[in-house]
């Protein structure tokens, strides 16, 4: 059974940074796109930033030149790198791997941006 185990969220004040990680464990093989999407409260789940295996990386614009998103295969882990937060940021954060074409989700990490 796959499971994947995102870490790293909180409650930052506005212009900070955090790291997100997400871990997968279990009979998970050749991860092709690791992602993490974001939802804020009534709104719909949207990508923040992905990348393949072979690193090519997509963020949304609202992210790019403040997010990073990188990962480590031989872990099966994949890490999200956020600075300059803005309010606007405040969401659960979900982390998704796609392998052999079955996509895996983790339960999601609360990130706060507030003063």
């Known amino acids: 059974q796959v499971q994947l185990v995102e870490s790293g969220g909180g409650l930052v004040q506005p212009g900070g940074s955090l790291r997100l990680s997400c871990a997968a464990s279990g009979s998970i093989f050749s991860i092709s796109t690791m992602a993490w999407y974001r939802q804020a409260p009534g709104e719909q789940r949207e990508l923040v930033a992905a990348?393949?295996?072979?690193?090519?990386?997509n963020y949304a614009d609202s992210v790019k030149g403040r997010f990073t998103i990188s990962r480590d295969n031989a872990k099966s882990t994949a890490y999200l790198q956020m600075n300059s937060l803005k309010p606007e940021a405040t969401a659960v954060y979900y982390c998704?791997?796609?392998?052999?074409?079955?996509?895996?989700w983790g339960q999601g990490t609360q990130v706060t941006v507030s003063s």
């Open positions: 998704k791997m796609s392998s052999l074409g079955r996509a895996y």
């Open positions: 990348i393949t295996r072979g690193e090519m990386t």
